[in-house]
């Protein structure tokens, strides 16, 4: 009996010496040094600019498309074709009011004057047009552009027989 207790003896004393021994983790590497920056820091977080609002140009013709756009240019007009305006518009603002003045002759006659409150959000094409059935008196004509008052574009034309 003593045999069997001397080896159980032993083999809970090998249990206990291999068995409970942890495994040793590979020491951490140093933790390196912070760098340190020359730039000055900031908290603003990075978006978008907003791109201010502007008339970009103004085209005229005697057609336009779907999307606003001059599709048949022109700067010299018929008596009764219908003048357009195109103006091509970017940035954005809550809100502009973009003025088209049509004058007539030298003494710049009104003949006629529109109003487009728009929102732009970014580039857009807006129209403006002017029409005379019975036909318009030949001669130098001009459009004048605003936004909120401001000159923003005008454009030259004529009316030709």
């Given at each position: 009996?003593?045999?069997?207790?001397?080896?159980t003896?032993?083999?809970?004393?090998?249990l206990?010496?291999?068995?409970?021994?942890?495994?040793?983790?590979?020491?951490?590497?140093?933790?390196?040094?912070?760098?340190?920056?020359?730039?000055?820091?900031?908290?603003?977080?990075?978006?978008?600019?907003?791109?201010?609002?502007?008339?970009?140009?103004?085209?005229?013709g005697?057609?336009?498309?779907?999307?606003?756009?001059?599709t048949?240019?022109?700067?010299?007009?018929?008596?009764?074709?219908?003048?357009?305006?195109?103006?091509?518009?970017?940035?954005?603002?809550?809100?502009?009011?973009?003025?088209?003045?049509?004058?007539?002759?030298?003494?710049?006659?009104?003949?006629?004057?529109?109003?487009?409150?728009?929102?732009?959000?970014?580039?857009?094409?807006?129209?403006?047009?002017?029409?005379?059935?019975?036909?318009?008196?030949?001669?130098?004509?001009?459009?004048?552009?605003?936004?909120?008052?401001?000159?923003?574009?005008?454009?030259?034309?004529?009316?030709?027989?």
């Amino acid at each position: 009996m003593r045999f069997y207790r001397t080896t159980t003896l032993v083999l809970i004393g090998c249990l206990a010496l291999f068995g409970c021994k942890k495994k040793e983790e590979a020491a951490p590497p140093p933790a390196a040094a912070p760098e340190v920056s020359t730039a000055p820091q900031t908290s603003v977080e990075a978006t978008p600019a907003t791109v201010p609002f502007k008339v970009s140009s103004v085209d005229l013709g005697k057609a336009i498309g779907s999307d606003k756009k001059i599709t048949e240019p022109a700067t010299t007009f018929g008596p009764k074709d219908t003048i357009y305006a195109s103006v091509a518009t970017e940035g954005a603002a809550p809100s502009v009011k973009l003025h088209a003045k049509w004058t007539f002759g030298d003494a710049g006659k009104v003949v006629k004057e529109d109003d487009l409150n728009i929102a732009p959000t970014g580039p857009a094409t807006n129209e403006f047009h002017i029409s005379k059935p019975s036909g318009w008196p030949v001669g130098k004509y001009k459009v004048e552009i605003t936004a909120d008052g401001n000159p923003a574009g005008s454009k030259d034309f004529e009316v030709k027989k």
